[in-house]
C-alpha cells in the first residue's frame, strides 16, 4: 500500500501533528513501508498457533524475602534539615 503526501498531511492534521512539507516524501515512505509490512504479516498462516494469555506464563524464581540493609532512619533524620514525627518536612511547592 502507498501513500500519497495529501494522505500524510490529513494524517499528521487529525493527529494534531506539524509536518515540514519537505519531510512528506519521507514520512510517505516510512507510513508506507510500515503498511506494507502490516499487510506482509496478515498473509501468514497462524490459524494453528494458539494465543498466549500473557508472556510470563512460567512462573518466576524470585529470591528470598531477606532484609540485606541495616534500618539507619534515625541517623539521616538526625542530620535532616527539618523533621516532624519521623517525617521529613519539605517547602510547599505547589500553591
Known amino acids: 500500500m502507498s501513500l500519497k503526501k495529501e494522505a500524510v498531511r490529513k494524517i499528521a ?8 512539507e519537505s519531510d512528506l516524501d519521507r514520512y510517505a515512505t516510512d507510513l ?6 502490516f499487510e506482509q504479516m496478515n ?8 494465543p498466549m494469555a ?4 512460567a512462573t518466576q524464581r ?5 532484609v540485606t540493609e541495616l534500618d539507619q ?7 535532616a ?9 519539605v ?3 505547589i500553591e
Open 13 to 20: 492534521h487529525l493527529a494534531r501533528l506539524q509536518i515540514d
Open 32 to 37: 508506507s513501508n510500515i503498511l506494507t509490512l
Open 43 to 50: 498473509q501468514v498462516d497462524a490459524s494453528d498457533i494458539v
Open 54 to 57: 500473557h508472556p510470563m506464563d
Open 62 to 66: 524470585l529470591r528470598p524475602d531477606e
Open 73 to 79: 532512619r534515625d541517623k539521616f533524620q538526625a542530620i
Open 81 to 89: 534539615p527539618d523533621v516532624n514525627r519521623g517525617l521529613y518536612r
Open 91 to 93: 517547602p510547599k511547592v
